[in-house]
């Protein structure tokens, strides 16, 4: 869920010409958009991946990190894409997941009303899923700021911990 690529510029140049940011959407029209945007703003690291509903379509064991930010709670099928993410991964690698709190307890009544209607579980629930493709919770990490939404870490554990 790339969307617009608000992360997309920070990432590249967090990992470096050495680094490689896969962005990857399901909309045809946003990943027009970024394919355009990374070629305007000289972000050659940066590969625009066009997924499915059903996978990310990235290469087995190529990524050490995942950033899920706002969109886990779009996923229709997300034993499905969870393991294609699993499978992306390589082992040790980090999956950061930011998403809404279904009922949150600071957001005024009207906002905690749509936040119930637009995110289709709870975090317990999110965090189920992901483990159940194999990813190993590692921690919560609360943020200043936050009221909304939440930090989760899991890790992808090597062959031998995953026994």
């Known amino acids: 869920g790339a969307g617009t690529g608000l992360f997309m510029k920070a990432l590249s140049q967090s990992v470096g010409q050495q680094g490689r ?14 394919r355009t945007r990374a070629r305007v703003e000289g972000l050659d690291n940066v590969e625009v991946v066009f997924c499915s509903d059903r ?3 990235l290469p087995k064991n190529s ?3 995942l950033f899920i930010c706002d969109v886990y709670h779009h996923f229709e099928y997300p ?6 993410l699993y499978d992306a991964m390589r082992e040790g690698g980090i999956l950061v997941l930011i998403d809404f709190h279904r009922e949150p307890n600071n957001v005024n009544p009207e906002r905690r009303e749509w936040l119930r209607g637009h995110v289709r579980a709870p975090l317990e629930v999110f965090r189920q899923e992901i483990e159940q493709a194999g990813f190993r919770f590692k921690d919560e990490v609360a943020v200043e700021g936050f009221l ?3 930090l989760l870490r899991f890790v992808k554990p090597s062959a031998d911990q995953a026994k």
């Open 55 to 57: 996978n990310a379509n």
């Open 63 to 65: 990524v050490d990190r």
């Open 79 to 84: 034993a499905l894409t969870m393991q294609s």
């Open 148 to 150: 909304e939404n939440y």
């Open 21 to 34: 940011v896969y962005a990857v959407e399901i909309a045809p029209s946003f990943v027009k958009h970024l």
